[in-house]
């Protein structure tokens, strides 16, 4: 958990290493720029935007082939880059967030669906453990380097940084990515195929959840009609959207049948870069986990045994870190971060392949989508529900343990998340006050980790349930690498800049 942004959908979102570069500069963006409680945004903006049109990109891919959704989405990605960095108000810097999630969700995304196209369903497990290799490493490295930019340069070469990559990136991709897809097609035909209704009442109902869940806690009370109403209605609109997708429309975004077959700074008093520093063991043993995971699902084609694997090391992990205090050594914080790599590596590489193997490979694309949905949806539950505990335990632990009452009323409004920083425990003079504080953090902290372990103990339990299926050694798809034949077209209605 980051302390320092409230809600901060950057850890949620760790595989785009744009969602967790900013975390260190954000703090300097918001002096220049101000916007007040607006900063909250500029992380959850580019979540928001990366999660809400998967369904859609996910679709769009099936219609008009992977190739040019993969640069659409790295030109929008860099674009957003650039407005960002060239931002003059919090407003400019909010939208070009948004423009930039949209490609970074866009990648993302595209990147599982062509593996999946490519890879036969045995094998994908080593290629989804190369995928969260870069994540880990982006997510790594991000904090340390955006704070490295702003403390030598200026802030917006967090976001410039960008440019010279993803140009280079496109560049390449255009040039060297070649993959088949249904070119029989006018692009006419291919845009009445677009589920619009669905896709539009399915962003509309998540922008309502995340603003609720943005709101609840932070700048509303949860039990405001502020957080209520928004989140009623999207959840209702889920439901409208689940209803139309199922009865009424002939190419849904989501099918049914993808469905049937289916710490923190506040306790040792580190900066953020420190806190960055002290995470590296959890990232840097996730990566060889991710690869073991891939390699042994491709030797051995069992993945329920490599989930419950996973889960066992997660839940003791996290039940050894609600033991962690302000005196804990730095091998105990070391070791118990290494013990959950090794659960989180195992389940990384091993999920999406799960989740394909009872499907038809024409439903690959649009599964896809569906379950990096849910692992965003999820994640954003994942950053909420800490949040709001550690804040609720904050207020209550506040009243008991503080004895002054000024320090005590801060942590009892519900703002205990984002006062659980150094900066904040270093400004308390009085040291029984300050001790008194940390006490509070480490025991509201305690409790995040209890009901952690709780979660994932559940994922275990599960996991019983799940269905060990043969995984595929081969993949029947119309989508692919291209061959020699195919670039050089077809007899059907081709337009000209298809054919590539």
Not at 26 to 55: C, D, K, Q, R
Not at 62 to 79: E, H, K, M, P, T
Request: net charge neutral; hydrophobic share 45%.
């Amino acid at each position: 958990m980051d302390p320092q942004h409230e809600n901060d959908s950057d850890e949620a979102h760790r595989q785009e290493e744009k969602g967790t570069i900013i975390t260190s500069a954000l703090p300097t963006i918001t002096e220049t720029l101000g916007g007040g409680n607006a900063y909250i945004w500029v992380p959850n903006a580019y979540f928001l935007a990366s999660i809400a049109t998967l369904p859609l990109f996910a679709q769009a891919s099936n219609i008009f082939g992977r190739r040019w959704l993969i640069l659409i989405s790295v030109a929008l990605f860099v674009l957003g880059s650039g407005l960002c960095g060239g931002t003059s108000s919090m407003g400019m810097l909010i939208a070009g967030r948004t423009v930039q999630g949209l490609g970074g969700g866009g990648i993302a995304l595209m990147i599982n669906i062509i593996v999946t196209d490519i890879v036969s369903l045995r094998e994908r497990g080593k290629y989804m453990a190369l995928i969260q290799t870069a994540g880990t490493i982006g997510a790594a490295v991000g904090p340390f380097i955006g704070g490295v930019i702003t403390s030598q340069s200026s802030w917006r070469w967090v976001f410039y940084i960008n440019l010279p990559i993803g140009g280079t990136a496109f560049v390449a991709l255009f040039l060297f990515l070649r993959l088949n897809y249904d070119r029989e097609q006018s692009w006419k035909e291919r845009v009445t195929r677009i589920d619009v209704f669905g896709n539009a009442v399915f962003i509309a109902a998540i922008i309502a959840v995340l603003i609720a869940l943005t709101w609840g806690g932070t700048i509303y009370n949860w039990e405001t009609y502020n957080v209520i109403v928004p989140l009623v209605l999207g959840f209702a609109g889920l439901g409208l959207f689940l209803a139309v997708e199922w009865t009424l429309v002939k190419e849904p975004s989501f099918p049914r049948g993808i469905v049937s077959n289916i710490t923190s700074a506040a306790v040792r008093r580190l900066s953020v870069m420190e806190s960055g520093i002290d995470t590296i063991p959890i990232f840097a043993g996730t990566l060889p986990f991710a690869i073991v995971g891939g390699i042994l699902l491709s030797k051995i084609g069992r993945y329920k045994p490599l989930h419950l694997i996973g889960w066992v090391f997660v839940i003791i992990s996290f039940g050894l870190f609600s033991l962690l205090g302000p005196d804990s050594s730095t091998a105990a914080w070391a070791s118990y971060q290494l013990l959950c790599a090794i659960g989180v590596g195992l389940l990384a590489s091993i999920l999406l392949p799960a989740v394909q193997a009872p499907l038809d490979e024409s439903l690959a694309a649009t599964a896809t989508g569906v379950w990096s949905f849910f692992r965003g949806f999820g994640s954003v539950w994942g950053v909420t529900i800490p949040s709001a505990i550690f804040n609720n335990q904050c207020r209550q632990n506040a009243v008991r343990t503080i004895a002054d009452p000024k320090i005590a009323q801060m942590l009892t409004g519900g703002k205990g998340y984002q006062y659980a920083t150094k900066a904040f425990l270093d400004s308390i003079e009085n040291p029984t006050s300050r001790a008194q504080v940390v006490d509070v953090f480490h025991k509201s902290l305690r409790i995040v980790w209890y009901i952690g372990t709780a979660f994932a103990g559940l994922g275990f339990l599960l996991t019983f349930l799940e269905k060990e299926i043969e995984l595929r050694r081969k993949v029947d798809t119309k989508f692919g690498i291209e061959d020699e034949e195919d670039s050089k077209g077809s007899s059907g209605p081709v337009e000209p800049e298809t054919n590539v």
